[in-house]
């Protein structure tokens, strides 16, 4: 093994999630680092790409007439699946076509965002709004997509449309942290204020806003001020360093230049050779 590869020997080095998760662990342990890796979004995509992406193709196919729209969590996550799946004209296309229906204002901003309007809105941003608004509406044999929030089935909506005689397919595009993970970012928290860990670094804000607000709801904030004080602490880039410093926590080191996994290790492994 070169040299190089052996700059971080003996380091425990913690990364929240990312999509590039796996490629950022593989360059530290082939630079010989301990990893632990941190449950740090509370809101994560859906773990079965694949059930979205055929879902996706049923809309892009014309296979809806309606789209119910529940929130704008839910819209953005579905235009990062499209990106994914290489699809986005044609998923922006299909919700042009569709009718769309939205439970509140959030749905409504991200359309915005495609230049694209609500056709119907929920008479409250509830389940119970959509009902109201859709109580008097010839439903039978209509084809109506539901986007869901989180795992949760919604079953008082899917009923209603099934007793108006409605053809419904529903998509969940994401889902929430679990109590287990919850409990791992209790214990990493403690883990930093031990001074077991030598290093952590983030690659976008929610990792850090979950890791505040887990310590805030369990009233450990002072232990993780602590803990982050005695820890080198990484930012991927300008704009997630600039979140950092804005919310007190000291920023050890970024790449220069290139905001990638690679040079991101290698500026890491020249900090921690100087310590």
Same mark, same amino acid.
């Given at each position: 093994m070169s040299e190089p590869e052996l700059t971080l020997r003996h380091r425990t080095i913690a990364i929240p999630e990312s999509r590039q998760q796996d490629v950022l662990a593989d360059l530290l342990v082939r630079r010989g680092a301990s990893v632990l890796r941190c449950p740090l979004i509370?809101?994560?995509?859906?773990?079965?790409? *694949?059930?979205? /992406? @055929?879902?996706?193709?049923?809309?892009?196919?014309? &296979?809806?007439?309606?789209?119910?729209? %529940?929130?704008?969590?839910?819209m953005r996550r579905l235009e990062g699946f499209a990106e994914r799946f290489d699809c986005l004209p044609a998923w922006h296309q299909a919700l042009a076509t569709v009718r769309k229906i939205v439970r509140g204002p959030k749905p409504v901003r991200e359309l915005r965002k495609l230049q694209l309007h609500a056709d119907l809105a929920g008479a409250a941003p509830t389940t119970d709004g959509i009902i109201a608004s859709l109580g008097d509406a010839d439903l039978q044999g209509r084809r109506i997509a539901v986007q869901l929030y989180g795992s949760n089935p919604n079953e008082k909506l899917i009923s209603?449309?099934?007793?108006?005689?409605?053809?419904?397919?529903?998509?969940?595009?994401?889902?929430?942290?679990?109590?287990? *993970?919850?409990? /791992? @970012?209790?214990?990493?928290?403690?883990?930093?204020? &031990?001074?077991?860990?030598?290093?952590? %670094?983030?690659?976008?804000?929610?990792?850090?806003?979950?890791?505040?607000?887990?310590?805030?709801?369990?009233?450990l904030e002072t232990l993780l001020t602590a803990g982050l004080e005695v820890t080198v602490i990484g930012a991927i880039g300008p704009v997630?360093?600039?979140?950092?410093?804005e919310a007190g926590v000291r920023?050890?080191?970024?790449?220069?230049?290139?905001f990638f996994m690679k040079p991101f290790v290698t500026a890491l492994g020249v900090l921690l050779a100087e310590h």
């Open positions: 509370a809101i994560k995509d859906s773990p079965d790409a *694949e059930a979205v /992406q @055929v879902w996706m193709a049923a809309m892009i196919a014309g &296979e809806f007439d309606d789209f119910i729209i %529940l929130t704008g969590e839910g209603f449309l099934d007793g108006k005689g409605a053809v419904v397919s529903t998509v969940a595009p994401y889902i929430y942290a679990s109590e287990s *993970e919850q409990q /791992q @970012v209790l214990e990493l928290i403690h883990r930093l204020a &031990e001074g077991s860990i030598d290093a952590l %670094l983030f690659t976008s804000q929610p990792q850090y806003k979950r890791l505040a607000s887990v310590a805030k709801k369990a009233g997630m360093a600039d979140y950092l410093q920023v050890d080191f970024m790449p220069e230049g290139s």
